[in-house]
């Protein structure tokens, strides 16, 4: 310690040193390690610790230590005026104690595991008129701090104040830059020619690191119109549960946020009597809340929002990035929204021209049979065709634009064939099983054809007259190269002279030209006739 006159030399070597020392640092943390550790060193002390204010200029914030729980950093906070450190912020003067805990101000501060120190010498951190914090020195022993060691904390937080805004300046610096690259990365992905869950994933995922928040989520009105749906969430730090569906209507938070399409900031969702989901909100850890609205052409679509663990009073210019954040979103979901209306528009049109295609060319293959068949027989037959067509896109209407259900379709199909083709007195079965596969629209589709006509032929030939019960069985493997469709029926086989009709040579066309597949006819030990199809593992690609 330096209380007596021979050790002022020493003094002044400290706070060059600490001044030296400083000179160095630019960046707020290197700052704040740096003055701490510094003045731990030269005053001979156990503690040194620094409060900053927050930007609402009412709480004093711990943000570096030597002595205290690291834990507590950027956690432990105290009002100002509060304790023996927040006291020399509102009085702008030192206040010290040889047993700090017996001063009228002292105030234990949470998580700082503070109780082995006795004495305690706090400094106001000013630049010029303005207070921006304070550093404080403990120790382990009882001391009494002396006129020249109160002078030189305060020198040295003199000296600190000038390197912290140094810092505080080149940090912004830092951050708007590093704002300015991320709102180009954003206006990047936004203009990409990308799906729209694809856009928002890389929004919320940007949107996090750039507010340094725990959770940044979108909600978007549903295609209706009543509901608001979490289409995207960015979670770190918290386990973030998915939303369910919000009524427009609704008196939460979000919902106000959309009806009014203004902003709003809630300090501490935990407490706040607006924020419905307290419960969540605590189970999460969630504290504050900004939520800004998605506008287009003054029409709300949305709701982008971010989460804090601890709270946080968010700045002008974070507000301001936030609602420039969903300015941009915004535009970005209407333009991914056009562009994928056109794309599902110009696919549908190739879809149903291949279609039309398929259908003019089984009606080509059957002229050559014309004569041999009945205008009923070849109206029958070609129903069947298009409505397994029908079936994979009823399939895709329902539960997706991109892969097929092919079981399911298969099912469809066998049940529409079963209804319409069985004779009055005749019990045969139709049974779908096996692996499930989902494919593209134009393979769905060859294969619901064919299976189609391979069972239609087994309904038409291989129960006689006579038959009043059947089995046809369609299953679906995998080997490691090949899809594998077996179509197999318990009747009288195939007869030793058989030749393949306009049907099977459909079911080879298609196989062969649309699916580069093998087609192969079984003759099971049991009786009845099987079928395989080979197709290669490929067609399961998305095309």
Request: hydrophobic fraction near 40%.
């Amino acid at each position: 310690m330096f209380n007596t006159p021979s050790a002022r030399p020493q003094a002044m070597s400290a706070l060059r040193e600490i001044a030296r020392a400083l000179s160095t640092a630019w960046d707020l943390d290197t700052a704040h390690d740096l003055i701490v550790r510094k003045t731990t060193e030269v005053m001979h002390v156990d503690s040194c610790t620094i409060y900053l204010l927050d930007p609402d200029g009412r709480t004093l914030r711990l943000r570096a230590s030597t002595g205290l729980a690291q834990r507590a950093l950027g956690r432990a906070t105290l009002a100002v005026g509060e304790g023996m450190t927040g006291y020399a912020v509102q009085s702008n003067q030192p206040v010290f104690a040889r047993n700090a805990q017996l001063d009228p101000h002292f105030k234990w501060v949470d998580e700082a595991e503070e109780s082995p120190f006795a004495s305690l010498l706090a400094v106001p951190l000013q630049i010029e008129a303005d207070v921006i914090g304070a550093m404080n020195v403990q120790t382990l022993r009882p001391h009494e701090f002396s006129t020249d060691e109160v002078a030189l904390l305060s020198l040295i937080g003199d000296i600190a104040a000038g390197t912290l805004a140094k810092a505080q300046l080149y940090d912004k610096q830092s951050r708007q830059i590093e704002e300015m690259r991320a709102l180009a990365q954003v206006s990047e992905v936004v203009t990409s020619p990308q799906y729209l869950d694809d856009i928002l994933d890389v929004v919320t995922e940007m949107a996090g690191q750039m507010m340094d928040t725990a959770v940044c989520s979108i909600f978007l009105l549903n295609e209706n119109g009543t509901h608001l749906e979490l289409r995207s969430a960015r979670r770190a730090q918290t386990p973030y549960q998915h939303r369910p569906p919000l009524p427009m209507d609704s008196d939460s938070v979000i919902g106000s946020v959309l009806k009014t399409g203004q902003p709003l900031y809630i300090a501490d969702v935990q407490t706040d009597p607006r924020y419905k989901g307290k419960a969540l909100a605590r189970q999460e850890g969630l504290v504050s809340l900004l939520a800004v609205p998605l506008s287009v052409r003054d029409r709300v679509i949305g709701v982008f929002t971010c989460y804090t663990i601890e709270p946080r009073q968010f700045t002008t210019e974070q507000q301001t990035l936030f609602a420039t954040l969903a300015n941009q979103t915004a535009l970005a979901i209407e333009n991914a929204r056009l562009v994928t209306n056109t794309a599902v528009v110009r696919e549908m049109h190739h879809r149903i021209k291949n279609n039309l295609q398929t259908v003019a060319m089984l009606m080509q293959l059957q002229l050559g049979d014309a004569d041999q068949l009945t205008a009923h027989e070849v109206l029958q037959t070609n129903i069947h065709r298009i409505r397994s067509i029908a079936a994979v896109h009823e399939i895709l209407s329902e539960k997706g634009f991109r892969l097929v259900d092919v079981k399911d379709v298969l099912e469809r199909i066998c049940r529409m064939t079963a209804e319409t083709m069985t004779r009055p007195n005749q019990n045969v079965h139709i049974r779908v099983f096996g692996d499930a596969l989902s494919l593209p629209s134009k393979p769905a589709t060859a294969v619901a054809l064919v299976v189609n006509e391979l069972v239609q032929n087994s309904l038409e030939h291989a129960f006689n007259s006579s038959s009043t019960d059947g089995q046809i069985d369609v299953s679906l493997g995998r080997s490691l190269q090949e899809v594998i469709i077996i179509v197999r029926d318990n009747g009288r086989g195939l007869p030793p002279d058989f030749t393949r009709g306009l049907g099977l040579e459909i079911v080879e066309t298609l196989v062969q030209e649309d699916l580069n597949g093998r087609l192969k006819f079984n003759h099971p030990t049991q009786g009845g006739t099987e079928i395989s199809l080979r197709l290669p593992r490929s067609i399961e690609l998305n095309q």
